[in-house]
């Protein structure tokens, strides 16, 4: 096993934490967008004059994605990967810049998929009432925090890992 | 600045003056009406219904005729000027309109258009069907032959043909297969045949698969046929670009339509008010609700119509909550948008709008923090207020992006945010050198991607002297309105504990000389609420638990002031993906000949989607903050709007 990660390097974990922050990220917000696309699509075939609420409301869930996504870019930037010149990183700086990836990576994964449903409803209250949009928003907004938090956390690691 | 005072009236006037007086009460847009139709037998008469039923089907009319010719209506540029007009010329105005005219044209032309389509969507079906028989030599009269002899006009796949030849011989001699015409799938063919076979000639052409053709029973050549349809297709669409050259004069009129469509909106509400209004035989009576200051001005301007009324302020029942009215000062009347977003506090609640302002724009900006961005929504925005004649309610909305677009631009500036650069990008006279040996940009005073954790200082900072604004206001508005006991014990308490864990913790930090204040503020603080949060207890035993459960309540505050590090996360992430758009730029930069368009294209295009994304993120989790931390701590909202009977409008500007 030793040997295994000895071959491997600390470079590829560190690439595999951020493969896995950008996937997670992309799965919750591909999955949350299509949810509240879809009840948007129903919304904007009976009223198609709400498009444009119903463009922002879909968007929510789309944040997810690009934390994620910074993740890995931030990781892909430390490591050196960016500018040509990687980093000779040991095998437990890989080890540290991989579990830096999953609290963005896992939350993100989460809350994509349930700010979708959430934003999923909250179209229904736009398709009754446009008024309504602000508070479908806030309600969507709730989801996202713990996106957030994740996406901090891993910033922050990344941020302070000695390299 | 605050929720304006409203008093309960009571209006009882003839009911000769009632129409002239509902107008009156409409015009001036300050009686929001209570529904008493339950307290009276007659709320609205014969007359009154007849009225409505008029209006609503002219304003049913209105609507059918603009949604018709709105298709058609010359485009006057991106955003044209809206119909403005003076109360008097609306009026005035929609009385002109002849809209059973324009509605009759209006339904002729597109009945016509709508027969027109539907006939040629046949016709072509039917020349479809025709297409493949077209080179028939003989008419299709007797198509279903006579007693003796039967003919079929058939389309078979062409692998399956052989095959029916074969077999129909088979069956009977005297029968005869003519190709009419073939293609690469099909074969369209007319078998003629003894009657007698008929069944069995069937079964062969079902077992093949084989289609028998739908065609009409004409005098004339298959060919000539469909030259006729082709005339019918052609003269219908003649008439359809006919009647749509009608519905593009008739569009002219779209204007006055939509004056009308107001005129008829501002009608119905007032007759449809009737039905809150109880009436008798000689009077009828109003009650509702207005706000203080507009009283004496009504009274004048009723006068004017006629002194035979009463307007006497009556005092709400236990059970009654006021509507409310939030005002505010021009410049934070943008934030109303916010407030109302959560819907509006109760009567006796404080508005927070003003006070959520300040916090709002400066949350937005931190989220936000690139000076590049923030000067580009301030140019928009003021752009948009300068050149675009809006509504209300979006004015607002704009108003408060504009200042969010100056705030973002000032912490941006102290921040370095400029389009995502850093500041070894820049020419050298951008930028200057702090102590520690950093490249900052000029007036940078700190640097969020290599200094977080300040940052996530400052953002809960903020967060917990917003909570305890909260809490002051709180214990202000209850010391001033309801038991200053209560007040004092309650909330006063928590204000000064929160207070005490300030002084603390700023001692400790070292900004303050001494934690020592702090440190005996915080042992008082907390014994005080030992001592009081358990005074609804009935034994002393009882007392003393609930006052030390109390402290838990600290935890809430914690995690209320943790909630606002999404300020450092939001502001994270502008920078970075504008870090991720320059990264991308410079790459795109080094691809020959075509590099620096796609960098420009990219540039350009990054930025805008990260400015997009990022400020509807950063408005969505500012105005959570505000909702769910700060309003949390001084009010509970569920207010009812005071929605007067006024002349709304939908497509008219209203110029005073």
Not at chain 2, 74 to 94: S, Y
Not at chain 2, 180 to 187: M, R
Not at chain 2, 450 to 461: H, Y
Not at chain 2, 600 to 609: E, K, N, Q
Request: aromatic residues 10%; hydrophobic residues 45%.
């Amino acid at each position: 096993m030793t040997e295994f990660f000895a071959e491997m390097g600390g470079l590829a974990l560190a690439i595999a934490g951020a493969s896995i922050a950008v996937i997670l990220g992309g799965i919750g917000s591909s999955v949350g967008v299509g949810l509240a696309g879809q009840a948007g699509a129903g919304v904007v075939t009976e009223q198609p004059e709400k498009f444009g609420k119903v463009l922002v409301l879909e968007a929510l869930p789309g944040t997810q994605g690009i934390y994620g996504f910074l993740v890995g870019f931030l990781i892909l930037l430390v490591t050196g990967i960016l500018t040509g010149e990687p980093k000779d990183l040991s095998i437990a700086q890989g080890w540290q810049l991989f579990f830096a990836c999953f609290p963005a990576g896992l939350a993100c994964l989460l809350s994509g998929i349930h700010q979708g449903k959430v934003t999923a409803g909250g179209m229904n209250m736009v398709a009754k009432d446009e008024s309504n949009m602000g508070k479908a928003m806030v309600l969507s907004a709730m989801v996202e925090t713990y996106a957030v938090l994740g996406f901090l956390v891993s910033a922050l690691l990344v941020f302070f890992i000695k390299l | 600045m605050a929720i304006a005072k409203v008093k309960k009236v009571e209006f009882i006037a003839s009911n000769q003056h009632k129409k002239a007086i509902l107008e009156e009460i409409q015009k001036s847009g300050v009686f929001h009406i209570s529904d008493i139709s339950d307290d009276f037998e007659t709320t609205i008469n014969d007359n009154e219904l007849s009225d409505l039923q008029q209006s609503e089907l002219l304003f049913a009319n209105a609507n059918f005729a603009i949604k018709v010719l709105t298709p058609y209506e010359k485009k006057k540029g991106l955003f044209p000027d809206p119909i403005t007009l003076t109360e008097e010329e609306l009026v005035e105005k929609a009385k002109n309109v002849n809209i059973k005219d324009i509605t009759k044209k209006c339904t002729e032309q597109e009945d016509a258009i709508i027969k027109a389509k539907n006939e040629n969507a046949i016709l072509n079906e039917e020349l479809k069907v025709l297409e493949p028989w077209k080179n028939l030599k003989t008419s299709l009269k007797n198509r279903n032959g006579s007693d003796n002899y039967a003919s079929i006009f058939v389309l078979i796949k062409a692998t399956n043909y052989e095959k029916v030849v074969k077999d129909v011989i088979e069956i009977t001699n005297l029968s005869s297969i003519e190709k009419v015409s073939d293609n690469e799938k099909d074969i369209a063919a007319v078998i003629i045949f003894d009657r007698e076979y008929e069944k069995e000639i069937k079964k062969i052409l079902v077992d093949n698969k084989a289609v028998e053709a739908e065609l009409p029973e004409t005098d004339t050549l298959v060919k000539d046929y469909i030259h006729n349809t082709k005339e019918k297709i052609h003269s219908n669409e003649k008439q359809i670009k006919e009647s749509e050259k009608e519905l593009e004069k008739l569009a002219k009129h779209l204007d006055d339509l939509k004056i009308l469509h107001d005129y008829l909106l501002w009608d119905q509400d007032k007759l449809n008010s009737n039905r809150k209004i109880g009436s008798t035989n000689y009077t009828f009576a109003i009650k509702g609700w207005m706000p203080e200051k507009n009283i004496p001005a009504f009274k004048e301007k009723l006068q004017k119509i006629s002194n035979e009324f009463e307007l006497t302020e009556i005092t709400p029942t236990e059970n009654e909550t006021a509507p409310v009215i939030i005002k505010n000062s021009r410049v934070t009347n943008p934030f109303e948008t916010l407030t109302k977003m959560y819907g509006l506090p109760k009567y006796n609640e404080l508005d927070p709008t003003p006070y959520l302002s300040i916090f709002f724009v400066i949350y937005f900006a931190l989220c936000l923090t690139d000076a590049g961005y923030g000067i580009l929504m301030f140019v928009a925005t003021f752009m948009a207020l300068k050149f675009i004649k809006l509504g209300e309610g979006i004015k607002k909305l704009v108003r408060l992006l504009m200042y969010g677009g100056i705030f973002t631009t000032i912490i941006g500036i102290l921040f370095g945010g400029w389009f995502g650069l850093t500041a070894e990008e820049v020419p050298a006279f951008l930028t200057y050198t702090t102590a520690s040996g950093e490249q900052f940009f000029l007036l940078q005073q700190i640097n969020a991607v290599t200094n977080p954790l300040a940052v996530l200082i400052l953002s809960l900072a903020l967060g917990y002297l917003q909570i305890l604004v909260g809490i002051f206001m709180k214990f202000i508005h209850d010391f001033k309105t309801g038991n200053k006991l209560d007040a004092v014990l309650d909330t006063g308490t928590w204000a000064f504990m929160l207070t005490g864990i300030a002084v603390f913790v700023l001692g400790a930090a070292g900004v303050l000389p001494t934690a020592e204040i702090g440190k005996w503020w915080v042992i008082a603080g907390a014994a005080l609420l030992i001592l009081t949060q358990g005074r609804a207890s009935k034994n002393i035993v009882g007392k003393f638990f609930t006052g030390v459960l109390s402290l838990y309540g600290l935890v809430g505050y914690m995690s209320d002031v943790l909630s606002y590090s999404r300020l450092l996360a939001l502001g994270l992430a502008t920078a970075i993906i504008g870090l991720a758009v320059n990264v991308i730029v410079n790459l795109a930069g080094g691809i020959p000949y075509i590099g620096w368009l796609l960098a420009a294209i990219i540039f350009v295009g990054g930025h805008l989607f990260n400015l997009l994304i990022n400020t509807l993120g950063s408005f969505i989790h500012s105005g959570r903050l505000q909702f769910v931390e700060f309003f949390s701590k001084f009010m509970e909202g569920g207010g009812k709007e005071f929605t007067p009977l006024e002349r709304k409008t939908k497509y008219v500007f209203i110029k005073q």
